[in-house]
């Protein structure tokens, strides 16, 4: 049994929608650690 066309289409929407948010939630902890790495803060991790 296929599943219907509608559901199709959100499961790749749903798939698109978490990876933008992985992605943008990681360029933005990487935006902050290069942002606060010169004012002092040390990140040993990452």
């Known amino acids: 049994m296929e599943k219907p066309e509608s559901e199709?289409?959100?499961a790749?929407?749903?798939v698109g929608a978490w990876?933008?948010?992985v992605i943008s939630s990681v360029?933005?902890?990487m935006a902050n650690?290069?942002?606060m790495?010169?004012?002092?803060f040390?990140?040993?991790f990452g």
Not at 37 to 40: E, N, P, R, T
């Open 8 to 10: 199709k289409k959100s």
């Open 12 to 14: 790749v929407s749903d």
């Open 19 to 21: 990876a933008m948010n």
């Open 27 to 29: 360029g933005i902890i």
């Open 33 to 35: 650690k290069q942002l």
């Open 37 to 40: 790495s010169s004012s002092g």
């Open 42 to 44: 040390g990140f040993g």
